[in-house]
């Protein structure tokens, strides 16, 4: 059996796993989801109403009717409603999911346009002072959590230029394009530094392996310029760990950076799944955590397509 | 293992990582037995806010906390965290991995697939599910950790353990009659300790950043008890006041992490010498 089959065959079986297990940590949530949703007003209603709203949410219902239910829903498009909001789960995420969308490619803009470049200076100076700088850069950039960086950014933004970024809502990018993305640059930054750090890494470490095969010095040999050499014959073939890595890195990207929508107070999916758990709405919660391991399988299985067409040793089973 | 600390002790990188690593142990230990500057928790309420002094080395918070003595039981906390997350994903993942590649057919299916099904989950969603349903406090934030490490480790360990189970020694050892848990422990066990320890040293680099995140979000460490995400996160409003409160706290976090990211890479290089000096 091709690796491509067998990775598609096994994704709607992880799927299927992944909604169970939401549903069903979801359910082990302690306390019941009507004073969760109501709060001390719960305590106001007649036995008569509150089972009037468990049958209207549908949790009156064995465990196992209440997935199919949900399963069911979710092949129609239909997640619930969110308590939170009143409005259904798919809309609300719908509603939060461009700003995400625009965040993690401009972090992924941001992070490949500077890791690249560095990562193949670092490799055709490999040893030397450059190279050394390089290296401790993205050592330190690794080692940095996106929230230090998001607040110093703010602390220098705001001390040394007087300046606030926007924060609170977004303007959509169809809206207003460039006040769109002037919102969104210092967050993107924040995102996109530990993973330009990353990108440098495995470009570097990349490059420096195919400058070391002997295609590589055939066209040395040849009297290929050394920079054709790079840019022409080591660079397509040192992209393919890249190409891996955006792409895994992307996928966890779409899944809302938490904390740093939180610290930009961006609303984004990330801060919408973290305000559907201290909220405990159970409906919202589900419907965003599964949209968002939906989506990281998907970019997942789509890196490894691509991986597949860039590298055709796998195709043949070869590796 | 005091061989390896040795030639990690020579590569550059390892010896820098291995000293942060010391002197955050240390701060660890000194702030388990008490032996800080002043009382962590205790309120100096004429001396709030006070810059970096002789008295207050890193100033004082808000409430008049001494923020040097906070950020040494901040870093015992945190590395409390990161090794009992990073044992028990090590130990629990270990075992599903060996046990996957041993058995193979069915069980290795069932497992590999339970673990990817983990792995659908972009870490720090895994973490804040587990949060939603346990409540937040410093065991969930080990259990969450740990769960999200397990399925890495059983990957790690599943690899290697299924070509080691095709080899001549492990053959040898069967037929020679050793019980299967002698041949898992002794053959396939042993022999993975260099990948291990590498992915162990990553992890824990992870685990101190994701527990400094989750606290920073208010879902790790609960106050008072003083942790470098929370500290770091009180900081925000004071900024421009008292940047100290900012400065320091984040200092501390990234130096952490970058302790354990530069002797995990050095221990790389030094286990598999076909990387050597690739890594930067």
Known sequence: MSYVVQRLLTFPLILLGVSILVFVAIRLVPGDAITAMLGTEAGLLTPVQREALAAYFGIDQPIWAQYLRWLTGLFQGDLGISSIYGKPVLSVILERFPLTLQLSLMSMVIALSIGVPLGVLAASRNERPSDLVVRVLAMLGQSTPNFVVGILIIYVLSVFFGFVPAMGTFTPLFADPLASIAQLIFPAITLGFAFAASVTRISRSAMLDVLSDDYVRTARSKGATPMSVIWHHALPNALIPVVTLSGVEFGYLLGGAVIVEQIFALPGLGRLVLDAITQRDYALVQGTVLFIAFNFLVVNLLVDLAYVALDPRIRIGRR | ?280
């Open chain 2, 1 to 280: 293992m005091g061989k390896m600390l040795s030639s990690l002790f020579r590569h550059p990188s390892g010896r820098i990582g291995l000293v942060i690593i010391g002197f955050y142990l240390l701060a660890a230990i000194l702030g388990t037995l008490g032996l800080t500057p002043h009382d962590p928790l205790k309120l100096f309420a004429i001396d709030r806010l006070k810059a970096p002094s002789g008295t207050y080395w890193f100033g004082t918070d808000l409430l008049g906390r001494d923020a040097f003595s906070r950020l040494m039981v901040g870093i015992r906390q945190s590395m409390l965290i990161a090794f009992a997350s990073v044992a028990i994903a090590t130990i629990a993942g270990t075992i599903i991995g060996l046990l996957s590649a041993w058995w193979g057919g069915l069980w290795d299916g069932i497992f590999m697939r339970v673990m990817d099904v983990l792995l659908a989950f972009p870490a720090i969603l895994l973490a804040l599910l587990i949060i939603a349903i346990v409540g937040p406090g410093t065991m969930t934030s080990v259990a969450a950790i740990a769960i999200v490490y397990t399925p890495i480790f059983a990957r790690v360990v599943r690899g290697p353990a299924l070509s080691l189970k095709q080899r001549d020694f492990v053959d040898a050892a069967r037929t020679f009659g050793s019980s299967q848990g002698y041949v898992l422990t002794r053959h396939l066990l042993l022999n993975l300790v260099a990948p291990l320890a590498v992915q162990v040293t990553l992890a824990l680099a992870w685990a101190l950043l994701t527990e400094a995140g989750l606290s920073f979000l208010g879902l790790g460490t609960q106050p008072p008890t003083p942790s470098l995400g929370l500290m770091l996160a009180e900081s925000r409003n004071l900024m421009t006041h008292a940047p100290w409160l900012m400065i320091f706290p984040a200092v501390t976090i990234m130096l952490g992490i970058l302790g354990f990211n530069l002797t995990g890479d050095a221990l790389r290089d030094i286990l598999d010498p076909r990387t050597q000096r690739r890594e930067a």
